[in-house]
């Protein structure tokens, strides 16, 4: 049996106003890569914990181990930010039409040593997104947007549409498009992914995507974006 509902989230970008339930726990090991012209940055891995505080909340623990390949400077890695955050959803498909939520998230500051390094940016960043999710025959339909605070940097506004498909009880087929732009809309990054979740026992998932800039990788953004995970749910 396929261990959760059609839903976004890891392996996208793009995430979803589904919580655990409560008492329940969703736990996902994962490993990612982007890649561009001149680095690649890995997670390896990403520990992702989730919570859920009734039925309709969420909270988040997520912090990763960088690793990042420098074509100047080497290979470098160390502990990367923590991002913790609450998800509370406030409207139901079934009595509303559609399901939405919002996902406060703060990525804190991480020790000295990774800022100076370059395994990480400077400083703090506030998100505050809102999903929202509808069935369309088969699919699963899920939209977020949201707004970055960055704390050393200029503001972002952040966005992604995404699709599932069930194509049975333990396979679901997933693509999304998403992108991230200045605050003033003057300079912006757009990647797409197709992915995919594959239950492999009563409690376990297998997550795993890939994906890619839409620009040619001459202009600095992904040329290669990579998901690979375990997901625990309990």
Partial sequence: MFSG???AGPPLITDDPGTPGDGRWEINLAF???QTRDERSFEAPLLDINYGV???TQLKFEVPWAVLDDRDGGIKSGTGKP??????RFLDEDR???SV???PQLELNNPRSSDERG???EGMRFKLPVQV???VGPFGAYVEVGYEFIEADTDEWSYGFALGYPVNDRLELLAEVAGTATHTFDDNELVFNFGAKVGIADSFNLLLSAGRSFRESSSGEPELLVYLGLQLLY
């Fill in 101 to 103: 939520s919002i996902y």
């Fill in 119 to 121: 395994l990480v940016d």
């Fill in 32 to 34: 990612t890569l982007e």
């Fill in 5 to 7: 509902n059609v839903a």
């Fill in 96 to 98: 509303h039409g559609a």
């Fill in 54 to 56: 009734g039925e309709r």
């Fill in 83 to 88: 991002q913790v955050g609450i998800k509370y």
């Fill in 133 to 135: 999710a509808r069935s």
